[in-house]
């Protein structure tokens, strides 16, 4: 599909190619005209597109409004109609030595995958971070804030559990609640109360956020493990092709952009928000801690929230949200597929396996040159 892979990769194709596209005519290549390449144009009632565009939505983007309001934006006449117009002049390619590229969009520092932009599965952050952060919070909504891979299925199950005071599984995927990955539109419709998740570095949070000072709870991991899980998490979801040692170029680069944004920079200003905003309420969750003693920590959260939590609770939403229960919940009861996708492995230490010596070497390096508070809780 056109739009949905670089140029590098359709090029290197064997033809007869056929390509496939849902853009404009202004968006082919220039080439297509000049070569007056031949073109299949195929229609269908457009009250049945909406119809079919609406179940797309919903599973693609995690739209999670009624069919009468997806039909305010599919007639939308004043564009953009949704968050996915992509102008090519904001993508922004990044490259290692090897031949890999990873092509982003992005705004305040923060970056997504244009391929999943362009395919409709997220909104263009270029446009809907701005847009996200004049958005209107309540008082009462909860932001979990966690870098990418560092346990937000994880908690945020465990989360909607201790406010409905049932450890059953929320009907939706995290996914429908992820600030970034959703327009604002669509995150305001949402019910209370309302658990926000998101990847995102202070700065690009709501402002009511700040006003209204949000509860807040903060998802630490061990980065060796992040960068392991978020290289598999990258070979499926933007079709990364290179190695392991060759993912760990982009993961270790330190001038951005980088995917979503750099580790060190989003933990140290994370650190730094808790560190000057003592009257914010932050509670810090560490992923091995949580693995370790979920019971106690589950408890812990439940405090922080102010909800009731018995052992009798905590237990059974110790044992619900166990590594291989959510993922299946996530795969039957959500009716999802992103647990092929999202669920690996859960392991503490994962990155023995994966790393070399001198990977190592290198990435303690990393870490010294940017020393954060959680460093000395991790086995590094």
């Given at each position: 599909?056109?739009?949905?892979?670089?140029?590098?990769?359709?090029?290197?194709?064997?033809?007869?190619?056929?390509?496939?596209?849902?853009v404009r005519p202004n968006n082919l290549p220039e080439q297509f005209f000049e070569k007056r390449c031949k073109t299949v144009f195929v229609q269908r009632n457009p009250k049945d597109i909406a119809v079919s565009f609406y179940y797309h939505y919903k599973d693609?983007?995690?739209?999670?409004?009624?069919?009468?309001?997806?039909?305010?934006?599919?007639?939308?006449?004043?564009?953009?109609?949704?968050?996915?117009n992509v102008s090519e002049d904001d993508v922004i390619s990044i490259h290692d030595n090897h031949g890999n590229t990873i092509e982003l969009l992005g705004s305040g520092g923060q970056y997504l995958s244009a391929s999943n932009v362009r395919s409709g599965r997220y909104p263009n952050p270029v446009t809907n971070i701005p847009r996200l952060r004049?958005?209107?919070?309540?008082?009462?909504?909860?932001?979990?804030?966690?870098?990418?891979?560092?346990?937000?299925?994880?908690?945020?199950?465990?989360?909607?559990?201790?406010?409905?005071?049932?450890?059953?599984?929320?009907?939706?995927?995290?996914?429908?609640?992820?600030?970034?990955?959703?327009?604002?539109?669509?995150?305001?419709?949402?019910?209370?109360?309302?658990?926000?998740?998101?990847?995102?570095?202070?700065?690009?949070?709501?402002?009511?956020?700040?006003?209204?000072?949000?509860?807040?709870?903060?998802?630490?991991?061990?980065?060796?493990?992040?960068?392991?899980?978020?290289?598999?998490?990258?070979?499926?979801?933007?079709?990364?092709?290179?190695?392991?040692?060759?993912?760990?170029?982009?993961?270790?680069?330190?001038?951005?952009?980088?995917?979503?944004?750099?580790?060190?920079?989003?933990?140290?200003?994370?650190?730094?928000?808790?560190?000057?905003?003592?009257?914010?309420?932050?509670?810090?969750?560490?992923?091995?801690?949580?693995?370790?003693?979920?019971?106690?920590?589950?408890?812990?959260?439940?405090?922080?929230?102010?909800?009731?939590?018995?052992?009798?609770?905590?237990?059974?939403?110790?044992?619900?949200?166990?590594?291989?229960?959510?993922?299946?919940?996530?795969?039957?009861?959500?009716?999802?597929?992103?647990?092929?996708?999202?669920?690996?492995?859960?392991?503490?230490?994962?990155?023995?396996?994966?790393?070399?010596?001198?990977?190592?070497?290198?990435?303690?390096?990393?870490?010294?040159?940017?020393?954060?508070?959680?460093?000395?809780?991790?086995?590094?």
């Amino acid at each position: 599909m056109y739009e949905f892979q670089i140029p590098e990769n359709l090029q290197t194709l064997e033809p007869p190619r056929v390509f496939n596209t849902h853009v404009r005519p202004n968006n082919l290549p220039e080439q297509f005209f000049e070569k007056r390449c031949k073109t299949v144009f195929v229609q269908r009632n457009p009250k049945d597109i909406a119809v079919s565009f609406y179940y797309h939505y919903k599973d693609l983007i995690k739209f999670g409004g009624t069919f009468k309001q997806f039909m305010d934006f599919f007639l939308k006449e004043d564009e953009p109609a949704s968050e996915t117009n992509v102008s090519e002049d904001d993508v922004i390619s990044i490259h290692d030595n090897h031949g890999n590229t990873i092509e982003l969009l992005g705004s305040g520092g923060q970056y997504l995958s244009a391929s999943n932009v362009r395919s409709g599965r997220y909104p263009n952050p270029v446009t809907n971070i701005p847009r996200l952060r004049k958005m209107n919070v309540n008082e009462d909504d909860i932001f979990l804030c966690a870098y990418p891979k560092a346990g937000t299925h994880w908690t945020w199950e465990i989360m909607t559990m201790l406010l409905q005071q049932s450890a059953e599984y929320h009907p939706h995927e995290k996914e429908s609640y992820m600030y970034e990955l959703q327009i604002p539109e669509t995150l305001q419709a949402l019910e209370p109360p309302r658990v926000f998740n998101t990847h995102v570095r202070p700065n690009n949070l709501p402002e009511q956020f700040f006003e209204k000072r949000c509860k807040t709870v903060f998802v630490q991991r061990n980065p060796k493990d992040i960068s392991v899980s978020f290289y598999y998490h990258c070979k499926n979801m933007i079709q990364f092709s290179g190695t392991f040692e060759q993912f760990m170029d982009f993961f270790l680069k330190e001038d951005e952009p980088v995917l979503h944004c750099a580790w060190y920079k989003y933990t140290l200003e994370w650190e730094q928000f808790i560190r000057e905003n003592p009257d914010h309420p932050v509670h810090c969750i560490m992923y091995e801690q949580l693995q370790q003693n979920a019971v106690e920590e589950i408890k812990r959260l439940a405090t922080f929230l102010k909800t009731p939590c018995d052992d009798k609770l905590a237990n059974l939403i110790a044992e619900k949200c166990s590594f291989q229960n959510l993922k299946n919940a996530t795969l039957k009861v959500k009716k999802g597929e992103m647990s092929k996708i999202l669920f690996r492995k859960g392991m503490v230490g994962d990155w023995k396996t994966h790393f070399t010596v001198a990977l190592n070497e290198k990435f303690d390096q990393y870490l010294q040159r940017h020393p954060t508070t959680s460093m000395n809780t991790y086995d590094i």
